[in-house]
């Protein structure tokens, strides 16, 4: 499966932003989705993770109560809804697929997208 990230930009301290994640190639419905972030010089990090059902969702504590990861099946898509967004959480976002578990651990996943970049002015 490819993924392609999309929607991030240049906000404010306190601004909230939506990032979106298209999956193309089939069988979309079988894969746990996460959403990882990496800041320069440093190895990506957990932000998120979805299962293939949506039913399960998993948070890094940093973000648990701000952002928000959803996905809609039917339409290929996954989404990271960030709210009360800060300056430390500029980063190049990525968004990524496995069908071993869902985990936060970066390795687990075997599909990638190219990052976006989010940028919070303070």
């Known amino acids: 499966v490819q993924l392609q990230a999309s929607g991030g930009g240049l906000v404010q301290a306190g601004d909230s932003l939506r990032i979106s994640c298209r999956a193309l190639?089939?069988?979309?419905?079988?894969?746990?989705m996460g959403w990882f972030r990496q800041f320069p010089g440093k190895e990506r990090e957990f932000v998120a993770t979805?299962?293939?059902?949506?039913?399960?969702?998993v948070y890094a504590d940093s973000v648990q109560g701000r952002f928000t990861i959803s996905r809609d099946n039917a339409k290929n898509m996954v989404y990271l809804q960030m709210n009360s967004l800060k300056p430390e959480d500029t980063a190049l976002y990525y968004c990524?697929?496995?069908?071993?578990?869902?985990?936060?651990?970066?390795?687990?996943?075997?599909?990638w997208g190219r990052g976006t970049l989010v940028t919070v002015s303070s």
């Open positions: 990524a697929g496995t069908r071993a578990k869902l985990s936060r651990d970066p390795a687990e996943y075997v599909y």
């Open positions: 979805i299962s293939s059902s949506g039913g399960t969702t």
């Open positions: 190639g089939r069988a979309f419905n079988s894969y746990h």
